[in-house]
């Protein structure tokens, strides 16, 4: 069997492979009500206070890298099946090249979510704002509590 009766089954393949590794790829939530198993049973200081205002923004989690690797991947063996010899050398560089680009901004994009800056006004008088994930809805007037641990605050109902 040849090469190129091969190269299908192959790219499809790795399709597959490079779309489980990005659907696996999660960054830690920035949400208010979820806690990493290493902020379970930590002591957390509760302080009260008001929003004053709610503006919706959106947060860029950090990408992992693996949407450009494997974009890379999938981009150069598609390449590879273009042409021969040296035409084909080239196609699987640039394919690569482009695969890249494509993964990563593939992956940015799917790294975005909607998200809230709260603007606090603690029942000290402090003046104070927030952002976090937008999983709970706030509205200005609201009495709220601000739960804070090893420089982590959430803001709650």
């Known amino acids: 069997m040849s090469i190129y ?6 790219t499809a393949l790795l399709c597959a492979v490079a779309a489980t590794l ?3 790829c999660t960054a830690p939530s920035q949400s208010g009500t979820v ?4 902020e379970a049973r930590r002591e957390q200081i509760v302080r009260m206070g008001v929003i ?7 947060i860029q989690r950090d990408p992992s890298g693996v949407g450009t690797v494997a974009g890379a991947v999938v981009g150069g063996i598609a390449g590879s099946d273009i042409g021969g010899g040296k035409g084909s050398s080239v196609a699987t560089v640039l394919g690569a090249v482009a695969g890249s680009m494509v993964g990563s901004a593939i992956e940015n994009k799917t790294k975005l979510v909607k998200g809230y800056e709260l603007t606090v006004r603690l029942d000290s008088g402090e003046l104070r704002a927030y952002v976090q994930e937008a999983d709970e809805q706030f509205k200005p007037g609201e009495r709220v509590r601000l739960v804070s641990t090893g420089g982590t605050v959430r803001v709650t109902h």
């Open 52 to 58: 004053e205002s709610v503006r919706e923004v959106s």
């Open 5 to 10: 009766t091969s190269a299908p089954k192959c």
């Open 35 to 38: 806690y990493s198993a290493s």
């Open 22 to 24: 990005l659907s696996a």
